[in-house]
C-alpha cells in the first residue's frame, strides 16, 4: 500500500543548509508523491549509483524510467494548478474541471521531443492530477521555470534545474509560493511541505511571482469550455 508523508521534504535541509541528497529526493518525491518508501529507495540509489558510478543501476533506473513517463502529464498537472492560481484572480473561482479542460485542449497541439503527441485525453489528465496530487506545487514549479523567460539558465530539463545550487534554491522558493497559493484552492489537499527556510522567504514577502499571461492558445481553449454544474 503506498505510504504518502507530507513531510517527506523535510528531509533535504540540515539546520540552514541543503542535504547533499536533495535533489535526489525531490526528484523521487515528485515522481512517486504518494509513495515514500519507493521514493525514498529510489532516491538513495540514485544518489549512491552516480556518486560511486556516475551510471544509472537497477533500482535508479526505475526511477528515471517512472519519471520519463510522467514528464509530461506531471507538466500538464503543472499548468493545471498554474491555471487553478489565474482562474482564481480572474473570476473568483479556481474551477478545477474548467482547468483541466483547457490545458487538456490546449495540449492536443504539442508533441514530446521525438515528435510523438502528448497524452492529453482528459481521463487520463484528471487521473494523472489525483496520483501527482501532492507534488503539484513542484510540477508548477517545474512548468513555470520552463515557460518563463525570466529564469534563464535552467536549459529545459529538471535534472539540470536541480543539480544547479542557484537554480535549485530558487525552484524550492517559487515551489513554497505555489503550496501557498495552491492550499486554499485545492480541495483535500496535503502537499509534500517545502521546508521552512525556503517557506519563509514567502512569508516575508520577499519572493513575488508574476505569472506570464496565458498563451493565447489556452484562453481559446478555457472558452470552449461549458459548465456542466458539476465540479470536482
Given at each position: ?62 526511477g ?15 499548468a ?16 478545477l ?29 484528471k487521473?494523472?492530477?489525483?496520483v501527482?496530487?501532492?507534488?503539484l506545487?513542484?510540477?508548477?514549479t ?5 515557460a518563463d ?30 503550496e ?48 456542466k454544474?458539476?465540479?470536482?
Amino acid at each position: 500500500m503506498p505510504v504518502q508523508s507530507e513531510h517527506a521534504l523535510d528531509q533535504i535541509v540540515e539546520g540552514d543548509c541543503l542535504t547533499a541528497d536533495a535533489p535526489y529526493r525531490v526528484f523521487a518525491h515528485m515522481t512517486f508523491p504518494q509513495d515514500t518508501v519507493t521514493a525514498e529507495r529510489i532516491a538513495i540509489a540514485t544518489r549512491d549509483d552516480f556518486a560511486a558510478l556516475g551510471e544509472h543501476t537497477l533500482v535508479s533506473d526505475l526511477g528515471r524510467q517512472e519519471f520519463l513517463k510522467r514528464q509530461n502529464p506531471g507538466r500538464l498537472c503543472g499548468a493545471v494548478a498554474v491555471q487553478l492560481i489565474r482562474n482564481q484572480r480572474d473570476t473568483g473561482r479556481p474551477d478545477l474541471m474548467k482547468a483541466q479542460h483547457a490545458v487538456s485542449e490546449m495540449a492536443h497541439s504539442l508533441r514530446t521531443g521525438e515528435g510523438k503527441r502528448v497524452a492529453s485525453d482528459l481521463r487520463n489528465l484528471k487521473r494523472n492530477f489525483k496520483v501527482l496530487k501532492p507534488a503539484l506545487h513542484l510540477w508548477a514549479t517545474y512548468e513555470l521555470m520552463l515557460a518563463d523567460r525570466e529564469y534563464e539558465g535552467t536549459e529545459g530539463t529538471l535534472s539540470e534545474i536541480l543539480t544547479s545550487p542557484k537554480e535549485f534554491e530558487l525552484f524550492l522558493k517559487v515551489a513554497a509560493w505555489f503550496e501557498v497559493e495552491l492550499t486554499p484552492l485545492i480541495a483535500d489537499w496535503c502537499p509534500l511541505r517545502i521546508p521552512q527556510r525556503f517557506m519563509s522567504a514567502v512569508q516575508r514577502g520577499e519572493l513575488k511571482i508574476n505569472l506570464p499571461p496565458n498563451p493565447p492558445e489556452m484562453d481559446a481553449a478555457l472558452r470552449t469550455y461549458r459548465n456542466k454544474g458539476v465540479n470536482s
